[in-house]
């Protein structure tokens, strides 16, 4: 197998574990695919397709730098907590009540504007990406960025899409078995899932803050010793007298 098929079918299979794995996106889109149907669980997943494709567009191409700023993820941190402690709540109050959104209209504009903003408001993708993308390509290609980004973001694209398409269409089957009263369970656990993860993401965004102000007044206090010291024990050269 040549080296651009072995980093495509690894791009493939980071694609699809990525989206695989358990979070705040599979939460949602098994609570609503349960709920609504199959085609809801695809616009979520569809959704957070976007926003993740973005953030591994962003550190591939070498402009991840453009929203490298603190500050930016201290505000998509917070955001995207927020956002899911909203949809915990919800859950919760689905769970409560047996209620069952509609699929039509605005619930369908919902749930793909859901997902994408799961994927879009997560700060923490853009370091994995920086980190992952980056290292998998140049191990994997040896040094040649150009076409190993390429493959690697068509490649995590393809996988994300396959597990995009797989999962609704299991939802969509395992439906017909599913009674109500399990629906109202599982919503119950995935609003508590929900919380966890909005508590989690609220947290680490809090105390990467904390380190980071931590880390800035501590290089501010080690420059203002440096330069006591300075003025205090390095001799000054005597002025000259004018002749």
Same mark, same amino acid.
């Given at each position: ?169 299991? $939802? ?29 993401? $609220? ?41």
């Amino acid at each position: 197998m040549s080296v651009g098929s072995q980093l495509l079918a690894t791009a493939i299979g980071l694609g699809m574990t990525y989206n695989a794995a358990p979070g705040a996106v599979n939460t949602e889109a098994l609570r609503r695919g349960l709920s609504r149907g199959a085609r809801s669980a695809l616009l979520v997943q569809l959704g957070a397709l976007i926003g993740d494709s973005m953030w591994a567009a962003l550190a591939l191409t070498g402009t991840s730098f453009l929203v490298r700023g603190h500050a930016l993820h201290v505000v998509l941190g917070v955001a995207g907590a927020c956002f899911l402690l909203r949809l915990a709540w919800s859950a919760l109050s689905d769970a409560r009540t047996g209620h069952a959104p509609s699929t039509e209209g605005r619930a369908s504009r919902g749930d793909f504007a859901t997902g994408a903003f799961f994927s879009l408001a997560n700060p923490f993708a853009l370091a994995f990406w920086s980190g992952i993308g980056g290292a998998l390509t140049v191990s994997e290609t040896g040094g040649s960025h150009g076409s190993g980004f390429a493959m690697l973001f068509a490649g995590f694209v393809l996988g994300a899409l396959l597990w995009c398409l797989a999962m609704p269409v299991a $939802l969509g089957w395992g439906r017909r078995l599913v009674r109500p009263a399990v629906i109202r369970g599982l919503n119950a656990l995935c609003g508590i899932a929900l919380g966890y993860f909005g508590f989690m993401l $609220l947290w680490n965004t809090l105390h990467s803050f904390v380190d980071h102000a931590a880390g800035a007044l501590e290089r501010d206090a080690r420059q203002l010793a440096r330069d006591c010291l300075e003025r205090l024990f390095v001799p000054h050269e005597p002025s000259r007298s004018a002749s």
